[in-house]
Every structure is written in C-alpha cells, then in structure tokens.
C-alpha cells in the first residue's frame, strides 16, 4: 500500500515535472471530434478558414515569384517565356483567386491590428480607426511607390 | 495565528497563473515570424500580385521590359526588398497552413511532419530566395 502510495507519487510528479505539464496536445484528453467541415455552419469560423486558407495564397505569390528571379538570372528570353506563362488563362485565374485572398487577408489584418496591439494614449486607448487608417495609409504609399517604380520610363 | 500564515505562505509559493511553470516556449518565436510575414503580405503582396499576376499579363499596364526589371532587382535595397518578400510571408504561409491542417481539417495524428514540411518548406524558399538573388 505505502509502496503503491509512493509509486502514485512519483508517478504525478514526473508527470509534473516532465512531459505533461507542457505537451500541446495532451494524448490522455478526451476530446469530442469534430466533422471535418465544422466551420461551414457559421459565418465566423468561415471567415477564420478563409483566412488561414488565404496562406496558400501567400505562398503560391512567392512560388511566383521565385520562377520570376530565376527567370530573370536566366536572360531575356527566359523572363520572356514567363511572361508568357504568366497569360495563360490558368494562371491569369489562379492569380484572380490568389489576388481575392490576398486583399481578404491585408483588411483582416489591417481590422486586427488594434485588437493585436491597441495603443494608448493618455489613458485612453486610442480609437481603432487611428489605428487601421494609418495602415491603409502605408499600403497606399508603398503600393504607389512600387507601381512608380515598375512603370516610369527610364 | 500559525495556520493562517502558513497559509499565506502556501498561497505565495503557488505558482501565478498556470503559466509561471512553463518552459519558455518556441510558440513565440514562430509566431513573431508569423506576425511579421503577415504585415509583409498585407502591405506588399497586392500591388505585386495585382501588377505581376493581373495588370501586366492582361494588358491593363504597360509591361515593363526585361532590361528595366532586371536593373531595378539587382539594384541592392531591391534585393533586400525582395528578399523580405519571399522570406517573410512564407513563415507567415507556414504558421497558418500548419494550423489550417491541425485547426481546419483536424489532421491531429501527424503533427511533427506537418511541421516539418512547413517550416522545411519556409527554410528552403528563404535559401532559393537567397541564392537567385545572389545569383541575379
């Protein structure tokens, strides 16, 4: 019994101590499954999806936009068979639909931002669109900037 | 008198909150990663797509030429720039598709290789990123 008693112990200790305090998904939870699609029913989780999902969008920019450097270290001709690629229908869709999640994600995060990091001043907390203004007001600039660059005839 | 300040005395060495026990964890790091590339994306990512992907193919923009482009990337701040531009948001893209799986589709069973691919892949764009710039 005192050795059962022990044997308890130590058991819950190093538990403590070792690998169950801080496994991120504890294998000894219950835990109901969900159906796959969970987040279909409500608007919320939906937009949480198409956030997440937005990433792929992300990636498939950079994808991209490696093929377009390589390209480039390659010659003319090289970077002129990518722009050709880049007008086949496929990829004019794929960058459509990249193009929707792309903006979807810069106004989430724009709309995050003072939640993420709400400023203060003074006590207060600075209202939200002071934050998400100056936000806008950055990718316009830049936006502006690069699109100067790109298209001034040198 | 005693009981109480022996209670007072557990009270105080119980730890504040759950976390205090915690290892410091690596979550954070990611997530800087993660919340960095997130602005990248945000700010940089719709004129580039919109003009490379949308305004040139389609002809709504003149298309810059190749003697044009290449001046301007291999100009050093351009370099930089794009640099970050493929870096950053691919650590962004592999924080929220390893959550995306685990969240979304609720792949739960195969979280070390879900990892693995993601920030492998992040590593591997940074490093190709790095070498056609060099190379550029």
Same mark, same amino acid.
């Given at each position: 019994m005192t050795d059962q008693t022990i044997a308890g112990k130590t058991m819950t200790d190093q538990s403590m101590t070792d &690998?169950?305090?801080?496994?991120?998904?504890?294998?000894?939870?219950?835990?109901?499954?969900?159906?796959?699609?969970?987040?279909?029913?409500e608007w919320h989780y939906l937009t949480f999806i198409l956030r997440e999902l937005s990433s792929l969008s992300v990636a498939w920019f950079v994808v991209l936009t490696l093929f377009q450097l390589r390209a480039l270290s390659r010659g003319p001709e090289s970077y002129s068979r990518f722009?050709?690629? +880049? &007008?086949?229908?496929i990829t004019i869709a794929l960058n459509a639909i990249a193009f929707c999640f792309i903006v979807f994600h810069t106004i989430t995060w724009f709309n995050a931002a003072p939640r993420a990091m709400p400023v203060r001043m003074g006590?207060?907390? @600075?209202?939200? +669109? +002071?934050?998400?203004?100056?936000?806008?007001a950055l990718l316009? @600039?830049?936006?502006?900037? @690069?699109a100067w660059l790109l298209l001034r005839t040198p | 008198m005693i009981e109480r300040s022996t209670t007072e005395q557990s009270m105080s060495e119980r730890p504040k909150g759950g976390r205090s026990t915690d290892k410091p964890s690596d979550e954070a790091f990611f997530w800087l990663l993660f919340s960095a590339g997130g602005v990248v994306a945000a700010v940089l990512i719709p004129i580039q797509l919109f003009l490379f992907g /949308?305004?040139?193919?389609l002809g709504w923009l003149p298309?810059?030429?190749?003697?044009?482009?290449?001046?301007l990337a291999r100009s050093p701040l351009?370099?930089?720039y794009l640099f970050v531009l493929c870096s950053l948001p691919l650590f962004h893209w592999a924080h929220r598709f390893r959550f995306t799986l685990y969240d979304g589709l609720q792949v739960k069973? /195969?979280?070390?290789?879900?990892?693995?691919?993601?920030?492998g892949g992040a590593l591997l764009g940074t490093a190709l990123a790095a070498y056609l710039l060099w190379m550029i």
């Open positions: &690998q169950a305090a801080r496994t991120e998904f504890h294998p000894r939870w219950y835990r109901k499954r969900l159906s796959t699609w969970w987040w279909l029913g722009t050709d690629r +880049l &007008q086949s229908p006590g207060k907390r @600075v209202p939200k +669109l +002071l934050v998400t203004i100056p936000n806008y316009f @600039v830049v936006s502006a900037f @690069v | /949308l305004a040139f193919p298309q810059p030429s190749y003697e044009h482009v290449i001046a351009a370099r930089i069973h /195969l979280n070390e290789v879900i990892f693995a691919f993601c920030y």
